[in-house]
């Protein structure tokens, strides 16, 4: 993918610059390869990611918890036909509402700091390899 979008770039400043455009772009390839920082930063990532994805988990077990406080309670206190109706009772009323709005802005959080972190994570592999491949390149000059 990154080679992908490394191309069209390339692409683009050629188009460009034969039509006269001369527009400063960032060069990919000067990038710096400062593995500290990478590993620093890919571990901020993988920390918030975990943070959130613990928080998700510990949601689910309040889920469990907040539906068998309900069932007790409408079980004791509603006359009810059959299961479905129970089911009805408990999953609207207004603490499960609550607790759904809460679960999606968590779950949302959680899945856009693993989008953050596997990103990251493939950036930096892309940037290895390019690395690696430029050595051998140089060898071979």
Do not use: W
Request: aromatic fraction near 10%; include cysteine; charge should be positive.
């Amino acid at each position: 993918m990154l080679l992908l979008k490394v191309l069209y770039v390339c692409n683009v400043i050629t188009r460009n610059n034969l039509r006269g455009v001369t527009e400063k772009m960032t060069d990919i390839y000067g990038l710096q390869f400062d593995p500290n920082r990478l590993s620093h930063k890919q571990e901020q990532l993988g920390l918030s990611f975990a943070d959130f994805d613990t928080a998700v988990e510990l949601m689910k077990k309040e889920e469990k918890m907040l539906v068998a406080d309900l069932t007790l309670y409408y079980m004791q206190n509603i006359k009810y036909k059959n299961i479905s109706e129970l089911n009805a009772h408990i999953y609207s009323d207004e603490k499960i509402k609550d607790f759904n709005n809460r679960f999606e802005k968590v779950l949302k959080e959680r899945n856009r700091s693993k989008i953050r972190y596997e990103t990251f994570k493939t950036f930096r592999e892309d940037l290895r390899t390019k690395m690696v491949n430029e050595r051998e390149m140089a060898k071979h000059l």
